[in-house]
């Protein structure tokens, strides 16, 4: 049972099954089928620090589940030397269903571009009843003291951009 701000008691309803169709969580980055470049889906529950007084997410966390996700491919590509050096440029984040405390959540990151000095990552989070958020997040990269973006380095385009054979 739960309440609304208004103190009105109610309870949430259950989360559905699993969705049809939801990518099984991988734990290295696999290229993309339909696009050539790294992608990764992880899993995890929504917890209660990930929930607002409402019951559900918190617009947050989904940015949160996305950033574990982008480690995740980071590592899995030999990249987690670049924490610290990508900067968020933008974001933008579609919310289409809510997702309850303890409800098991996939979330799937893959890289959309690799530009000269930014990056673009599409991902959807997906819950119990399908496609709960999706969006886009763009992040640059910036050599610790750099004032501004700088040029990825040769090796972490070849390594983003490999699978698709480009690397310029």
Known sequence: ??????????????????????????????????????????????????????????????????????AELLRGLGLSWLFGRTPRIRHEVGYHARLWF?????????VQSVGRTSLRYAFEVHGGAGVAADGVVIIAHAEPHAMSATPWPSEV??????????TA
Not at 102 to 108: H, K, L, P
Not at 157 to 166: P, T, V
């Open 102 to 110: 303890g409800e098991t959540v996939r979330i799937r990151l893959r």
């Open 1 to 70: 049972m739960a309440t609304t701000p208004a103190g009105e008691l109610f309870e949430p309803p259950e989360p559905p099954g699993e969705p049809p169709g939801v990518p099984e969580p991988s734990e290295a980055s696999e290229p993309s089928e339909l696009s050539g470049l790294p992608e990764v889906t992880i899993e995890r529950a929504v917890e209660w620090h990930d929930t607002d007084a409402a019951g559900h997410q918190h617009h947050s966390a989904i940015l949160r589940w996305v950033e574990s996700a982008e």
């Open 157 to 166: 385009r070849a390594r983003l951009s490999a699978a698709e054979g480009r």
